[in-house]
């Protein structure tokens, strides 16, 4: 007998990804290219563990204690000066300082979704941002970029689009400018809310980076800024993940209305991570990692694809993307069951990411995320070769079902 | 012209105490007796710098990286080990580590509500998990515990029970020991969730802890715990707020459930906020605050109604609580208009806070709850002979409507 309350529905859409993940956690010598994980030895930890220290010593109130919901207001301010600073013209009233980017998308989410509202998206789209916004049971559409005159049109029959411009999670892609612009000029003209999730947009390995979607709503005009683009942005990729700092940036009444729904939260964000990221801005440590987070990414990325080339070109194609931390693999055989070649994996020592999970309404074929971020170029091309191996048990489990039944 | 999606409906039933709070933040001297926090004088700072300093030093890759969702396993397995210490049969698997108290409320509305399914509280109580419970847009029915027979019956019509047994939040009342064995077992009898929310459970200034409910209702259980007790504790009152830490114990099937709304909720925790905790918890530096702050507490509680019975005692009946950091003042007036007297309170100089928030039902008459942690001897004095001031403002404007228009 169990008379307990069930679990909410919206559980049962959740992707086990994380569980199988940890699963594997535990295999030694495991490569894992399926995270978006950064490298370790980029952190400047020394610098931070002295202003950690400093901070707790200097203003053991603040740094320990509640900070105001929507952010340390100095914290906010320094935000709004870096955007300002790309020309875009925003006060501290657009900023909302979240406990991740993660948090900036369960927010917007309880904010401006209800039940049965439209999400237009670019499938394949980040796993997490659906995950995020499920319990708030919207239905989703795809959007179609390469129509730039189609643009109006989707977004008039959305309630809300969200967009990765930079380097999308999972496949990598960069919206360009022409289209980055046609959809700020969609959004303004059917005044439709436009998230631009910007995790990845320091992440540029190949020339010069394109202007935000919030950089062009902003061109000319108003403090505050009050257009339709939400961006949201996060130290993690910038700095460090454990932090967990992301901002908002937005028009002040949904700035507001997200500080009501972070309130009903968590209450406010851990202080201490807020001083540090502000020392971290104010001291210019973001901008003294970037170079040398580019050039080891941009080795990185480099020697990823020569580990594809060698291993795994008979079974999938790719494009190398411009910056980010992924390769999209796409499958050649369209029957290739990725589910079944991420187990595979995993029995040959490599952690692979399932493109399914990316894709909800199936309007991609069989893919990998693969990640080029964590891994040295010797561990990538061991993760390949490994891989490799796994296509081939798979291959061979297909001609013989009953060798793979054990597991 | 606006096509802009509204705010979600939930959004309107959240009460604006908050941003009447911090609107009155600048007054300068202002005696603020609303807020329920900590005196930072208590705050180990020194150590806490140098753990943070030498956690970040030592294991750069765990305090500034991505730590699993569920939180650290050491962490998780410590906060098991200290609940096995009072008997409780518990491993980490009936452990999540939240990023605050009010992370925990906000997953376990995630997991257990779906709209309209029943909350049964002893009502007036806490506004802060009403709020998080919002967005899940439950229903709310008043638990009688004056009457432990009919405890079976209501949780039987409830789908989840919400108690806070040591010193509710508003009321500082203390749920006596038969009552919290006869919850116990009409929530095994009708297997009905039963959260025990204890963030002030170490705050007992007169005679020691009774049981709570997860610890009566993990008598002679077998390990991992598996019954209906839904316990939630929190690092804020027992050592610092800003670290952002809390945990729910619970069956591990629900812990699962919980670990898969935090991941799309913020995906992790602050891993250095866990390392501090840690440290804390392995130091034993909760042991050695705790006697300090209870004799600092203890005293503030009488000075506060001393205070009281100085300036209010012609307007408001309280009885002195037994722990926690509130008493709660019932007008005699059942006419008082409550909201009137907070906004008079702060021209005045005193913040207060109104009682109506944490009764949504109308249930009980007009109430404030007043604070007494913060705050000095000598500003509790003042803060209530301005509320004083405050009443008189508002009875003399009761006669004189014309007179306070002018706000």
């Known amino acids: 007998m169990t008379g307990r309350a069930e679990f909410a529905s919206w559980l049962e859409g959740t992707n086990d990804l994380t569980s199988r993940f940890v699963g594997s956690a535990g295999i030694a010598d495991l490569v894992n290219v399926a995270g978006g ?5 980029l952190f400047p930890s020394e610098r931070l563990a002295e202003i950690a220290a400093q901070a707790i010593r200097d203003r053991p109130e603040v740094a320990l204690g509640y900070a105001p919901t929507g952010g340390l207001p100095e914290l906010r301010e320094a935000i709004a000066a870096r955007y300002r600073a790309r020309g875009v013209n925003v006060g501290a009233s657009n900023v909302l300082v979240t406990a991740s980017g993660t948090q900036a998308l369960d927010l917007v989410g309880k904010v401006l979704i209800e039940p049965g509202r439209r999400i237009a998206c670019d499938f394949p789209t980040y ?3 659906m995950d995020a916004f499920r319990p708030r049971e919207p239905r989703y559409q795809d959007m179609d970029l390469s129509r730039p005159d189609r643009l109006a049109g989707a977004m008039a029959r ?3 689009v969200y967009m990765i411009p930079n380097f999308s999670n999972p496949t990598g892609k960069l919206v360009d400018l022409p289209t980055r612009r046609a959809l700020v000029e969609a959004a303004h003209e059917t005044d439709t809310w436009l998230i631009e999730d910007d995790p990845y947009g320091a992440l540029y390995y190949d020339g010069p980076a394109l202007p935000g979607l919030l950089e062009l709503s902003a061109e000319g005009c108003d403090a505050p800024y009050d257009g339709p683009v939400i961006h949201m942005g996060s130290l993690s990729k910038q700095l460090v993940p454990g932090l967990r700092v992301g901002w908002v940036i937005a028009a002040p009444d949904l700035i507001a209305k997200l500080v009501s729904a972070k309130q ?11 001083l540090l990221t502000l020392a971290a801005l104010e001291e210019g440590m973001i901008e003294e990692m970037h170079p040398k987070a580019i050039a080891l990414y941009r080795e990185r990325r480099t020697a990823l694809a020569e580990a594809m080339e060698r291993h795994i070109s008979d079974w999938f194609d790719w494009e190398i993307p411009v910056g980010g931390m992924f390769i999209w693999a796409r499958a050649k055989d369209p029957s290739l069951d990725v589910d079944r070649l991420v187990d595979a994996g995993v029995e040959r020592g490599v952690l ?3 493109g399914n999970v990316f894709d909800p309404l199936g309007l991609s074929g069989p893919a990998l995320r693969l990640n080029f971020t964590l891994n040295d170029a010797e561990k990538l091309d061991r993760g390949m070769a490994r891989l490799a191996l796994a296509l081939r048990d798979i291959a061979a489990g297909a001609r013989m079902p009953e060798a793979t039944a054990a597991e």
């Open 264 to 274: 009903a939260t968590d209450l406010c964000s851990n202080a201490l991570s807020q």
């Open 158 to 160: 959305a309630d809300l």
């Open 352 to 354: 692979v990411g399932p």
């Open 127 to 129: 796993a997490g941002a």
């Open 37 to 41: 994980l950064p490298d370790a030895s």
